[in-house]
């Protein structure tokens, strides 16, 4: 039995592209052998600015989110980060093990700061660091992920070995990434070259997954098209972002291929397509709305899930932090 870990940032309400592209696949895996471990990554959260009032709300209502998505607690182990202290303290000894080098070629770090790296916060540059000990402190060697993320497991596994070779033991595994599907990457509504992303600015470019179906239902009938019919071959979906957007999507509601999708749609204008990709999303997606506010509506269950599995996570990696601290020479606590 292998153990996997992934995370989600409370940074906003969760969405489509979130659903598809992490959440849907994690509710998957926990029906497998291996340990599954999901953690609101809430310190990954602050490297940016949080307003505290939302982020509470907001973790919760992830957490609401997972467990409607069918994150279900006896499966896996469901909590928020800030919960367990190993992951802070192991990032401590990952920021002195890692090189600024190495973080300086992290893409991320320079798409997210662009040309404002003077003034973004230090938390931000060193959240590598802080992923790698996420892993890393439960031992976990799968690791499902974006391609977007492979630079930072890469960057987990030259930490390990580092570590490894420094203090002379065969200590922390190496990670194993669990590439998703292409198909599931999602796009902004409005501008498909775009990712979408909960914390984008316009309302309009994502669907959440607490919206109402009218809601949806709006938001796909102003998605941003092109003016030509749909084609027949996948191809010609190049230089068609917002396009191939859509056919993307109705594609993974569906559990179609684009290629099958085409085949049914090909010749037509949007109008009868994304009145279907509208209902297909609203059947998907509005179910899961209703029962996070379920979920929500008992703020003492929820904390109790999320207490519950930061107990089962602290048992997990706290011995192994441990062993890391007395690895590098730190004495032990009282
Ligand atoms: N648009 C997307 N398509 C497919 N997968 C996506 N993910 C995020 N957006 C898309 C996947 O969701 C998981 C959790 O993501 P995260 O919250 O840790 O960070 P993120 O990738 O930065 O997601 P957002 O929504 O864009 O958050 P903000 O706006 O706060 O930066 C990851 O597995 C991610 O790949």
Redesign the pocket.
Known sequence: MARIF????P??IA?L??Y???IRNWVALQQGEDECIFCL?DL?ALTVWQEPAALREQTRQMAALLLACGIAPERSILFHQSAVSAHARLAWIFNCVARMGWLKRMTQFKDKAGKNQEEVSTGLFVYPNLMAADIHAYHATRV???D??LQHLELANDIAEKFNHDFGVAFFPRIEPLVLKES????SLRDGTK??????PSDQSRINLTDTADVIAQKIRKAKTDPAPLPEHVHDLEGRPEARNLVGIYAAITGKTPHEVLRHFAGSGFGPFKAQLAEALIAHIEPIGQRAREYLADPTGLDHILRDGARRAEAIASPIVAEAERLVGLLPGV
Do not use: C, E, F, W
């Open positions: 992934s995370g989600i940032q940074t906003g969405t592209g979130n598809l592209g992490a990554v990954h499902p992920v974006g977007d993320q599931a990457r999602v796009m990712k979408m992303s909960k914390s984008d």
